[in-house]
């Protein structure tokens, strides 16, 4: 026992071998299997080697004397498997796949990996616990037993004990670690499965940390493995990761691993390496971007042809690997940076956060725009960018003690996307508010503590017409600020314009009138703080083309809206305005459109070459005439004769 420190002598019972051996008494969660229907059919007992047969004969001499395995008369037995180990030799394993086919599934799920690992923040002193025999260490529910059964040569015997393969055993591992743990859970204790990590922000705490995790596991009957626990380290290898108080890193093993990995030559080959490379997704910036060429044979109905492209993102992507930066624990006093990217076929936000040593990652996230999401528009795509990163990071932000910005260069003027941006944001009950920025990349930041145009709980700051957006952001509301680099745009010049042109329109003064007078106009109303007209909720534009084309110069023309075509232009100038006569007005303003006529794709069939008529080579081998109509028969054929 030289592995364990002084300080834990007194636990070395935990440790002990013979008594790791030994069963362990029955408990309230013990593993139950509850079957969907019928018991499963009786498997095959498949022929063995003189090796296998050798493998089987101790495995059953050795389970039954440690009262693991009974005989059974269940006739419903799992065949038996062997699969050969790192270090020589043979492991059996039973198949229990038609059993697992009609088992009712366990709901109770194993914590997510990247939970666990957002706890060790200030953490500077690790300890590791591996339990022994893992799930031997708990029962089979009494009565299940028969439900285990596997047939061999030699008879047919059922588990006493929990065993690999069975379909909710994780599941009920979990409970039953859950249950010993629950109240010491991510304040210095973490547990995964038959893996556990206590961690502390010094030695004296550390002590007594690791002391109440092991007198809970004497209690419960659980036994360590000396051999592959660590005590007071200050980085230990943890589900795949390199823990330490700077942060968390790749496990060097893996990343050899995938470093020796070969060019894929087949789909099945491919799949597997991407899923190994997707564990550590969140440690890749721009992952999915990364990975577009690769993830395109994923497909259906594609055929997998490995070209130049493919292979240089598979080896770039492996390098990638190598450079991978230490994440940060995160820290909920410190100051947060969310900067989001979109490109037209991905996502890919990055948390950080700022320290007196600078900026440094916490997390990278990334996946691939479904089909839906390549039709949007620019600025559609990056306020889906930003929602994205606010509900992948939800957890975090909501940890924040202030309020944080939205930095986008989004103007106001897409009301449909920033409406359905605005509800996403104030849906998810983060804190924030909403400002503009000429910067390369979207932001959301917390390094300012201002408390302007914070949007509070329960404002009503979304409305369904245009004039929404004027109270939204009001001009002495907004302070001066280095962020903002692009001039937002007022809607006030507009709104005078549409006011003045209303009244003298003879089409809409008798509306005006009847509505001043209070009474009811079916589809119109007037707006009551600005007095425009609304036709379901749209503002009517009066008959004044200077009105009109100033709003397509808006939706049409300006750099953001990006030149759309008729329907496109149509759809986003009556989300807010209504003219008579405006869809045939749109779509002669787009049709007559110069740099649409420049840069439209062209849709019709390619034009064919001139082919100039064959020269005759004497009188009457081509003949060609007109035919005169309208006219009088007798003038024709006088100017004919004559």
């Known amino acids: 026992m030289k592995m364990v420190p002084s300080f834990y002598h007194q636990y070395l019972d935990v440790f002990s071998k013979v008594k790791a051996e030994k069963r362990s008494p029955h408990r309230p969660c013990d593993h139950h299997t509850e079957l969907e229907g019928s018991l499963p059919p009786a498997g095959v007992i498949y022929s063995l080697s003189t090796q296998e047969s050798d493998t089987l004969r101790a495995y059953i001499s050795e389970n039954v004397e440690k009262g693991f395995i009974r005989p059974s008369s269940c006739s419903t037995g799992a065949p038996v498997l062997f699969v050969k180990k790192k270090e020589g030799g043979l492991l059996l394993g039973v198949d229990y796949h038609k059993l697992n086919a009609v088992t009712r599934k366990n709901k109770n799920p194993?914590?997510?990996?990247?939970?666990?690992?957002?706890?060790?923040?200030?953490?500077?002193?690790?300890?590791?616990?591996?339990?022994?025999?893992?799930?031997?260490?708990?029962?089979?529910?009494?009565?299940?037993?028969?439900?285990?059964?596997?047939?061999?040569k030699y008879g047919s015997y059922e588990y006493l004990v929990m065993e690999f393969g069975l379909t909710n055993a994780p599941a009920s591992f979990?409970?039953?670690?859950?249950?010993?743990?629950?109240?010491?859970h991510d304040l210095y204790v973490v547990v995964y499965l038959d893996d556990i990590m206590v961690f502390s922000k010094s030695e004296e705490k550390h002590v007594t940390h690791v002391s109440t995790a092991l007198s809970r596991l004497r209690a419960n009957n659980l036994f360590a493995k000396a051999s592959k626990c660590l005590f007071h380290v200050s980085s230990v290898e943890y589900l795949g990761y390199v823990v330490s108080s700077e942060g968390l890193k790749m496990d060097q093993a893996n990343v050899q691993q995938i470093l020796n990995w070969p060019p894929p030559r087949n789909l099945k080959a491919l799949q597997s390496f991407l899923g190994f490379t997707n564990f550590y997704r969140h440690l890749i910036k721009n992952s999915s971007m990364k990975i577009s060429s690769l993830t395109s044979f994923l497909k259906k109905d594609s055929c997998f042809t490995l070209n130049e492209e493919a292979l240089s993102q598979f080896h770039q992507l492996k390098d990638t690997f190598t450079t991978a930066p230490v994440l940060s624990h995160f820290n909920s006093l410190l100051p947060i940076i969310l900067e989001t990217y979109a490109s037209n076929n991905a996502l890919g936000p990055i948390l950080s956060q700022v320290s007196d040593s600078g900026k440094h990652p916490i997390s990278f996230d990334s996946r691939k725009s479904i089909p839906a999401e390549l039709n949007y528009q620019?600025?559609?795509?990056?306020?889906?960018?930003?929602?994205?990163?606010?509900?992948c990071w939800r957890a975090f932000l909501l940890s924040l003690s202030s309020p944080?910005?939205?930095?986008?260069?989004?103007l106001l003027s897409n009301t449909s996307c920033l409406q359905t941006f605005l509800l996403a944001v104030k849906a998810s009950g983060l804190n924030s508010s909403l400002n503009f920025t000429s910067q390369s990349l979207t932001t959301l930041a917390a390094l300012s503590r201002r408390d302007n145009v914070y949007l509070e709980s329960g404002e009503d700051f979304i409305s369904k017409n245009l004039m929404s957006f004027q109270q939204l952001i009001k001009k002495d509301e907004v302070q001066p600020s280095r962020h903002f680099a692009v001039k937002v745009e007022s809607f006030s010049n507009l709104i005078d314009s549409i006011q003045k042109a209303l009244w003298p329109d003879s089409q809409y003064r008798s509306i005006l009138q009847e509505l001043g007078k209070g009474k009811y106009m079916q589809d119109y109303s007037l707006d009551s703080s600005s007095k425009l007209l609304l036709f379901k909720d749209q503002v009517v534009i009066p008959n004044d083309?200077?009105?009109?084309?100033?709003?397509?110069?808006k939706r049409h023309d300006a750099p953001l809206a990006g030149h759309p075509g008729e329907d496109k232009t149509l759809?986003?100038?009556?989300?807010?305005?209504?003219?008579?006569?405006m869809t045939q007005f749109i779509k002669d303003y787009v049709s007559f459109c110069q740099q649409c006529s420049r840069n439209k794709n062209i849709h019709h069939k390619t034009f064919g070459l001139l082919k100039p008529l064959l020269i005759p080579n004497c009188p009457w081998i081509c003949l060609s005439m007109d035919f005169i109509t309208h006219c009088h028969c007798q003038t024709l054929l006088t100017q004919l004769l004559s």
């Open 545 to 553: 083309p200077k009105i009109q084309l100033s709003i397509l110069q």
């Open 110 to 152: 194993v914590p997510p990996m990247n939970q666990l690992l957002n706890v060790f923040n200030g953490s500077s002193i690790f300890s590791k616990i591996d339990l022994c025999g893992a799930y031997k260490l708990l029962r089979i529910k009494e009565g299940d037993e028969h439900l285990t059964c596997f047939s061999t």
């Open 378 to 391: 620019i600025h559609g795509k990056k306020l889906l960018g930003i929602v994205w990163a606010l509900n």
């Open 571 to 581: 759809k986003l100038v009556k989300q807010d305005f209504y003219w008579s006569g």
């Open 404 to 410: 944080f910005e939205v930095l986008t260069i989004i």
């Open 174 to 184: 979990q409970n039953l670690v859950n249950d010993i743990f629950q109240d010491l």
